[in-house]
């Protein structure tokens, strides 16, 4: 178990979201088959144009609504990532490792040498 900026992150919060993608994959896979059992009904024994016409929404419908699924959970994903790799910068600053070595690490953030506002040591603070 992991406490990262105050959100409690086990492997419970893994299932429900796997739990949550299959639902509405679920959803949308039911939703396009109803559509299409609508269309076949609508278009049984009607004419070309009213055929043409059904058909043609029924596979708007379908892939507005599969598009949006795919869309909406790629951005929940990507959001996910984004506020993940956030927390751990965050995590990273709050225990004061800037990045490999830390602050003060030869050439890295916060290193002594080359930083105008801190002195060398054995030098004086300035004017």
């Not at 509405?24 to 896979?29: E, R």
């Not at 029924?58 to 599969?66: E, Y």
């Not at 984004?82 to 830390?102: E, I, L, N, Y």
Request: glycine share 14%.
């Amino acid at each position: 178990m992991e406490v990262r900026m105050g959100h409690l992150r086990n492997a419970s919060d893994v299932g429900l979201q796997k739990t949550r993608a299959w639902a509405g994959l679920l959803v949308v896979v039911l939703g396009d088959a109803a559509i299409t059992i609508a269309a076949i009904w609508g278009v049984a024994g009607a004419g070309s144009a009213p055929t043409a016409a059904v058909l043609t929404s029924a596979f708007t419908a379908v892939s507005t609504m599969t598009t949006a699924y795919f869309g909406i959970r790629a951005a929940t994903n990507t959001a996910q990532a984004h506020t993940a790799a956030t927390a751990a910068q965050a995590d990273r600053t709050v225990t004061g490792k800037s990045g490999p070595g830390g602050p003060g690490a030869s050439g890295g953030p916060g290193a002594e040498q080359g930083r105008p506002d801190r002195p060398a040591e054995g030098e004086s603070p300035g004017p």
